[in-house]
Nanobody, 127 residues
Framework: QVQLVESGGGLVQAGGSLRLSCAASGIIFSINAMGWYRQAPGKQRELVASFTSDGSTNYADSVKGRFTISRDNAKNTVYLQMNSLKPGETAVYSC?????????????????????WGGGTRVTVSS
């Protein structure tokens, strides 16, 4: 079965940077799009960044200009470079395959493929 393992989290001071990694294995079908999510304590999980198979990227408004999602197809790894981190971005960051269904009146949306979430990697941003 598919396995996604996140790493790279840690403690960083506000304004600092971290690079997260998501290594995928055991996928029995082609994964053409991936995304990074985060869930802060007491809050719902939110999509941070994603990319499609053609290299197009999408970012939450709150992270545009500071975060960069990238991938290494040969290594089946997705990265999230996070710069100028803010205390409010303390959360557990997780990766998932994503799909882009159309929603009437809303255009294309981003939906996680796998219902089961791994442990993610914890990011703590101190003030």
């Amino acid at each position: 079965q598919v396995q996604l393992v996140e790493s790279g989290g840690g403690l960083v001071q506000a304004g600092g940077s971290l690079r997260l990694s998501c290594a995928a294995s055991g996928i029995i079908f082609s994964i053409n799009a991936m995304g990074w999510y985060r869930q802060a304590p007491g809050k719902q999980r939110e999509l941070v960044a994603s990319f499609t198979s053609d290299g197009s990227t999408n970012y939450a408004d709150s992270v545009k200009g500071r975060f960069t999602i990238s991938r290494d197809n040969a290594k089946n790894t997705v990265y999230l470079q996070m710069n100028s981190l803010k205390p409010g971005e303390t959360a557990v960051y997780s990766c998932n395959a994503v799909r882009f269904p159309m929603a009437p009146g809303r255009g294309r949306t981003v939906i996680p493929v796998f219902d089961s979430w791994g442990g993610g990697t914890r990011v703590t941003v101190s003030s």
